[in-house]
């Protein structure tokens, strides 16, 4: 199966500054890449598709890019709605996986 | 309103079965995959299984394989999830979700989750 390998870990930052969130596949994925958001107590929410489609009603700070083996999640400005959890998550290949997840906190 | 809601969680004993059900509304159910996505409280999303609109093709996690049946009921716009020879690991909320369209299999609506407890 694909690996996914999301760094870093947490991230800590500001609102209004900028957070880069990587995602590293174990072989190539082509762009069969999505980004999630998941806040406690919540189910995921698909931000990205496609590694850099945004899901209808997600706003245009966030963005996508990336294709093969690595892909970027770009919080162009956060807002302090956006601290939550983030995962990735690959179809390229059955079965499907996730990313171990990348925590963004408040600083 | 697509609305999805799964339910039979519970507690069980190691080495038991259950069924999850996911009810949905709002949309053409036939036309849509639907997947099973897991956490354990506190931890990060495993992908479980798959099917498609039809049922006719589905899919698993390696971790599952041979102890979990995915199925759908079109009539019924439900799915299921079978699970046999429960383990400690299996304990989690259990999510569906709805594919964001009838060929782009990324997971779009969920549902709000079932606990699945597995514990003698």
């Known amino acids: 199966e694909i690996v996914l390998t999301q760094s870093p870990d947490t991230l800590s930052l500001s609102p209004g500054e900028r957070a880069t969130l990587s995602c590293r596949a174990s072989?190539?994925?082509?762009?069969?890449l999505g980004w999630y958001q998941q806040k406690p107590g919540q189910a995921p929410r698909l931000l990205i598709y496609?590694?850099?489609n945004r899901a209808t009603g997600i706003p245009a700070r966030f963005s996508g890019s990336g294709s093969g083996t690595d892909f970027t999640l770009t919080i162009s400005s956060l807002e302090p709605e956006d601290f939550a959890v983030y995962y990735c998550?690959?179809?390229?290949?059955?079965?499907?996986?996730f990313g171990q997840g990348t925590r963004l906190d408040i600083k | 309103e697509v609305q999805l809601v799964e339910s039979g969680g519970g507690l069980l004993q190691p080495g038991g079965s259950l069924r999850l059900s996911c009810a949905a509304s709002?949309?053409?159910?036939?036309?849509?995959?639907i997947n099973w996505v897991r956490q354990v409280p506190g931890k990060g999303l495993e992908w479980v299984a798959a099917?498609?609109?039809?049922?006719?093709?589905?899919y698993y996690g390696d971790s599952v394989k041979g102890r979990i049946t995915i199925s759908r009921d079109n009539s019924k716009n439900i799915v299921y999830l079978q699970m046999n020879s429960l383990r400690a690991e299996d304990t989690a909320v259990y999510y569906c979700?709805?594919?964001?369209?009838?060929?782009?299999?990324?997971?779009?609506?969920w549902g709000q989750g079932t606990p699945v407890t597995v514990s003698s």
């Open positions: 979700a709805k594919a964001l369209s009838s060929v782009q299999w990324w997971w779009h609506h």
């Open positions: 709002g949309f053409t159910f036939s036309n849509y995959a």
């Open positions: 099917i498609s609109g039809s049922g006719y093709s589905t």
């Open positions: 072989q190539s994925v082509d762009s069969y």
């Open positions: 496609d590694a850099s």
């Open positions: 998550q690959q179809r390229s290949n059955w079965p499907m996986t």
